[in-house]
């Protein structure tokens, strides 16, 4: 997987995020502060005007650049988180200029870490860890049976979707949605939803 896979996989992020945004936002809307497909469809369409201005060598570096012009350009919680999600990944590639399933799980893995240590966020407390940590899961067991890459990414992202889906009867613990307490039970969690479109896009 080359620069111009990961290339492919931020359009491809751009294009679902566009078309999600309404829904994304509506998410937010019920349990937080309904900006959150608005932001996430701003921040991406920067990054898509970064790439152009300064396009990348590999994959690290393209990576390394979308995150950086999130936590520029994202507002709320979102751009740090993705920010660091993304950035992490990038320097955990490295100047590699080809990343094996195995590169890519690893440094997954390590991104995730970024997140929670941010976010102070763990698995139930109906954030995009619920999304994120499954993926990373089953990209890493992935990678350890030797599966190809367009099977293991679609496994990703399908465990990111039931991990979004699994947010709706939980009860926020963090962020704005925990000030609501037991009304936010009920409501599938921005973050997660946004996540799994994410990975989603990450399936060849």
Request: proline fraction near 5%; charged fraction near 20%.
């Amino acid at each position: 997987m080359d620069v111009t896979f990961f290339t492919a996989w931020i359009q491809e992020i751009i294009r679902v995020l566009s078309i999600n945004r309404d829904l994304l936002t509506r998410l937010d809307a019920a349990i937080g502060d309904a900006d959150h497909g608005t932001n996430l469809d701003r921040g991406f369409t920067s990054v898509r005007q970064a790439l152009s201005d300064t396009p990348p060598g590999t994959p690290g570096q393209l990576l390394t650049l979308v995150g950086n012009t999130l936590i520029r350009r994202v507002g709320g919680a979102s751009g740090p988180l993705y920010g660091s999600l993304f950035r992490q990944l990038g320097k955990s590639l490295g100047d590699a200029p080809e990343v094996s399933l195995d590169d890519l799980a690893a440094a997954f893995a390590t991104a995730l870490e970024s997140v929670t240590r941010l976010g102070k966020a763990a698995e139930g407390d109906k954030t995009m860890v619920d999304a994120l940590a499954p993926a990373a899961r089953t990209l890493s067991s992935a990678a350890r049976e030797g599966l190809k890459p367009g099977e293991a990414l679609g496994r990703a992202a399908a465990a990111a979707a039931e991990g979004a889906k699994a947010t709706i009867p939980l009860q926020a613990r963090k962020g704005r949605a925990s000030y609501l307490g037991p009304r936010s039970v009920g409501h599938e969690d921005p973050g997660a939803a946004s996540a799994a479109l994410i990975l989603s896009a990450l399936h060849p």
